[in-house]
């Protein structure tokens, strides 16, 4: 099939890619002129694991541009997968939705359409999308559309990390549509990845247990509902884990165990349990913030999902707590953080644990070191409020020297560090594993006085 992707991020472009792999002609559409340069050149404009090499392989079927007029017409599928970021009063920021609604209006020819919401969007922007695109085609052609275009829901579940692996195996596929012809064009274009007849690429093996990929097929509003409802549960959960936490470090019980025990119970699940300083990314504070907002709108309180994102906020300040009560002064001290992306394997730093305890702990005067395997040029181009930290090559260069030092991203490669040389590097040898990542047994025979976010 024809199909052209809206936002080439970490959403669009790993649809379109993934998409191509499959062997449909895809046309991936961004207005920064620089991205696709990139892309045309074959590299990735972020650190996703594989997708430079999927992208390589599915070449041939992928074209770049950054006009609208060269990635419209003649698609049979649109997605748009633009960024929504948060706005005001918690509510998403549409503007980028609302300008690929129209430039689609705008460029659309006689094809049979089906627009593609894959952006988190509030529920109802399935039928404001499809005013906009018809009000944009009307003003450019001078009559309406008729019946050529149609808007689905097709919410995006992966996560940044690994983007390829949950796109490609996914653990349901949703798609939300009022018409039953919109939503059989969605069914043929995944049907690969549904029934998964693809072959595998050789560095993305198939898991061996997966089967068929279940399918939920519903109306748009569910899918919409759908979306915001797993990334509030999800984070609820890192939430609720964080506070048994609390409660864990004053009564003297061992958090891990603790989580290993509720989540053994095949109804709770041992994912999203781990107890530290919480979530960050791109999505869980700007869904759960637009949940509360939708459900404010209709009159409704969400107060679980507020304390989620309470509990969450406070995780951080826990962090200077904890610092606090082991240096007692702040000012003058010097703080490594071991980690800047939200999570490991992405260097997306967006709404990242890492950027709100660097600022706090400058607000108190502490000079901070920082390391990050591979977000470093992001921190230094996306943050020059944060030039007073000195962004270091290398873990041991963050350490040498420090007060303290906060595991904050819970890299591989931070859990295998020679600590004994770096203890003795330090000139008080404090770590604080805001992950609960490290082996605290080993640290601390490596001479480091070692502190648990919740232990
Ligand atoms: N990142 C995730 O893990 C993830 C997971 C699931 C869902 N989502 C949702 O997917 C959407 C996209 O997220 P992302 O992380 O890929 O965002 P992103 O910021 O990485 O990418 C958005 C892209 O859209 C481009 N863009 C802006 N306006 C455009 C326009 N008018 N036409 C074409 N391109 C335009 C931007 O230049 C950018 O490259 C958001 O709604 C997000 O909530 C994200």
Request: glycine share 8%; charged share 25%.
């Amino acid at each position: 099939m024809n199909v052209t992707i809206l936002g080439t991020g970490y959403v669009g472009l790993t649809t379109g890619v993934c998409l191509a792999f499959l062997g449909h002609k895809v046309t991936c559409a961004d207005p920064v002129a620089e991205k696709i340069a990139m892309l045309e050149g074959g590299a990735v404009p972020f650190h996703e694991p594989f997708l430079a090499d999927l992208l390589a392989e599915a070449r041939c079927n992928l074209k770049f541009t950054t006009e609208y007029a060269h990635a419209i017409p003649g698609a049979q599928v649109i997605f748009i997968a633009v960024g929504t970021p948060p706005g005001q009063n918690g509510s998403p920021d549409l503007k980028y939705l609302q300008a690929a609604a129209r430039g689609i209006g705008e460029h659309m020819d006689a094809t049979f359409t089906v627009v593609v919401n894959k952006s988190t969007v509030p529920i109802g922007s399935g039928n404001w999308v499809g005013a906009l695109v018809r009000d944009a085609f009307e003003k450019r052609n001078g009559r309406k559309p008729h019946t050529s275009f149609a808007v689905a829901s097709n919410p995006e579940f992966l996560r940044e990390g690994s983007a390829l692996h949950d796109s490609l195996y996914p653990d349901r596929v949703v798609i939300g549509a009022d018409e039953e012809q919109t939503a059989e064009v969605l069914y043929t274009l995944y049907r690969p990845i549904l029934d998964q007849t693809f072959q595998p690429p050789p560095f993305l093996p198939r898991p061996e247990e997966l089967g068929a990929v279940p399918l939920i097929s519903t109306d748009l509003a569910s899918a919409e509902l759908i979306k915001y409802a797993a990334n509030a549960f999800l984070a609820l959960k890192i939430s609720y884990i964080n506070e048994i936490g609390l409660l864990s470090e004053k009564v003297g019980a061992d958090i891990a165990q603790v989580a290993k025990g509720i989540g053994l119970d095949a109804r709770i699940g041992t994912r999203f349990l781990q107890a530290g300083i919480g979530w960050g990314g791109s999505c869980f504070g700007k869904d759960t913030a637009a949940l509360v907002a939708t459900a404010a709108e209709y009159g409704l309180e969400m107060p679980i999902v507020q304390s989620a994102r309470d509990v969450n906020r406070r995780q951080r300040e826990r962090v200077i707590e904890k610092l606090l009560g082991e240096l007692r002064i702040l000012k003058g001290r010097t703080i490594g953080l071991l980690g800047l992306a939200f999570k490991p394997h992405t260097d997306d730093l967006r709404e990242a644990p890492a950027i709100d305890i660097a600022r706090k702990l400058i607000e108190r005067g502490a000079r901070v070191k920082a390391h990050d395997p591979v977000a470093m040029d992001r921190f230094r181009r996306d943050h020059p409020e944060l030039c007073d930290v000195a962004c270091c090559d290398s873990p041991e260069q963050v350490i040498r020297d420090c007060d303290a030092v906060v595991l904050v991203t819970e890299w591989p490669q931070y859990r295998e560090l020679d600590w004994e040389p770096l203890a003795k590097s330090m000139r008080t040898a404090v770590m604080l594993d805001g992950r609960l990542a490290l082996d605290r047994s080993r640290l601390s025979r490596a001479g480091f006085r070692y502190l648990g976010l919740a232990c």
